[in-house]
């Protein structure tokens, strides 16, 4: 499986940007598609997850009401939209697959089986 992140750049504080991953090899109807970040000096954080079984959902604390996570089956690829974007939200931004789904999903970097090589964004203030 291979994942390919898009859409990052340069917004301003406020701004929105839609990231996009774009899945080959596999169809992300049968993974959790997660998303990370990692900004500068600073460790590797889950953002969000989507499973493509039952189309369960979940956010981090910090982008809870700001960023949605969907995807786009005929395309096969998952999509995190992110408004109101705040300077805290700069980081190279990954996508990530998860084989294996189960009740009260936790995302995890360990879980993950693969990933994508990532997209920067930058929020200016």
């Known amino acids: 499986v291979q994942l390919v992140e898009s859409g990052g750049g340069l917004v301003q504080d406020g701004g929105a940007l839609r990231l996009s991953c774009a899945a080959s090899?596999?169809?992300?109807?049968?993974?959790?598609i997660g998303w990370f970040r990692q900004a500068p000096g600073k460790g590797r954080e889950g953002v969000s997850w989507?499973?493509?079984?039952?189309?369960?959902?979940w956010y981090a604390g910090s982008v809870k009401g700001r960023f949605t996570i969907s995807s786009d089956n005929a395309k096969n690829t998952v999509y995190l939209q992110m408004n109101e974007m705040k300077p805290g939200d700069t980081a190279v931004y990954f996508c990530?697959?998860?084989?294996?789904?189960?009740?009260?999903?936790?995302?995890?970097?360990?879980?993950?089986?693969?990933w994508g090589k990532g997209t920067t964004v930058t929020v200016s203030s």
């Open positions: 090899g596999a169809s992300v109807d049968n993974y959790v």
């Open positions: 989507l499973s493509g079984s039952d189309g369960a959902t």
């Open positions: 990530a697959a998860d084989r294996d789904y189960y009740r009260d999903y936790f995302l995890t970097e360990l879980a993950m089986d693969y």
